[in-house]
């Protein structure tokens, strides 16, 4: 009988597939090299059966159950399942319930450094799952694209200092966000008009679609290309753009994975 004393309740939970996981993520990592632009993002595995841990979000295919976060692009993936409220994460920290706090990072404290001093790891929630992610990947050259959840400017500066670039969309009520930005009304701005603004090594662009659309980029430098649709020509931020084609990877495997469906069946009486 397997000894399950030292354990923490997630662990218990997952227990049977962990080891299953884990050989695969290593397996992944070891025969599979990574393309630049790598993509980190949630995904609901549909589940109806009994599970302590599933999950229900109305914005999900799925819309019931088991919840994971995947580091991916077009052809590969990583996966961390998600457990429960405070489950522990990989550095055995508490991580919260991103349904209990979604903006829990504006929590992080202030921490003076200099300009030629490392920034500090953010210690919030979302930021450690991204940590826990893209550990492997870290001082290796690699692009992040982030959607809204998990961005920051202290995240983007943390992984700028360890020589890895991220970009994607931003929630301006972020904590260390100018307040020119967060004050920005959509009645203020021209549709395909955009506001910047640069601090050394992190951009952010709000740029005005059909809604405002802000970006945060270690990436790019405020360069604005464009994509002909319908026999027009529309001018986009670069960031905007490739963070279009970047996400692809995500939406893809979940259509791949829709024709495929491996949720249990009722057995026939």
Same mark, same amino acid.
């Given at each position: ?5 030292? #354990?923490?309740? =997630? !662990? &218990?939970?997952?227990? @049977?597939?962990?080891? $299953?996981?884990?050989?695969?993520? /290593? ?23 009994? #599970?302590?841990? =599933? !999950? &229900?979000?109305?914005? @999900?295919?799925?819309? $019931?159950?088991?919840?994971?976060? /995947? ?199």
């Amino acid at each position: 009988m397997t000894d399950l004393r030292g #354990l923490t309740c =997630a !662990q &218990k939970k997952l227990r @049977k597939i962990q080891p $299953v996981l884990d050989h695969l993520n /290593e397996k992944f990592g070891k025969l599979y090299i990574p393309k630049q632009n790598i993509a980190i993002d949630e995904s609901l595995l549909k589940w109806h059966g009994r #599970l302590s841990f =599933a !999950q &229900k979000i109305a914005t @999900k295919a799925a819309k $019931v159950g088991v919840k994971s976060y /995947e580091l991916c692009e077009s052809d590969g993936l990583f996966v961390e399942l998600w457990r429960r409220k405070n489950a522990k994460t990989t550095d055995g920290k508490d991580r919260q319930d991103e349904n209990e706090q979604p903006d829990s990072d504006l929590t992080d404290e202030p921490v003076a450094t200099s300009a030629s001093s490392m920034p500090p790891p953010p210690t919030n929630a979302t930021a450690q799952i991204v940590q826990s992610l893209a550990k492997p990947l870290l001082g290796l050259g690699y692009t992040l694209i982030l959607v809204n959840f998990y961005n920051s400017p202290l995240l983007a500066r943390y992984l700028k200092s360890q020589k890895t670039d991220c970009f994607g969309t931003l929630r301006v009520n972020r904590e260390f966000v100018p307040e020119a930005i967060k004050s920005l009304a959509k009645t203020e701005m021209r549709v395909g008009e955009l506001v910047q603004t640069f601090s050394r090594d992190v951009s952010i662009v709000v740029w005005r679609n059909t809604n405002i659309v802000a970006m945060i980029s270690t990436f790019h430098e405020g360069e604005v290309g464009g994509k002909e649709k319908y026999g027009r020509y529309k001018y986009k931020p670069q960031a905007v753009l490739g963070y279009n084609i970047s996400m692809g990877g995500v939406d893809r495997k979940d259509q791949l994975l829709s024709a495929h469906p491996i949720e249990r069946s009722k057995n026939m009486a």
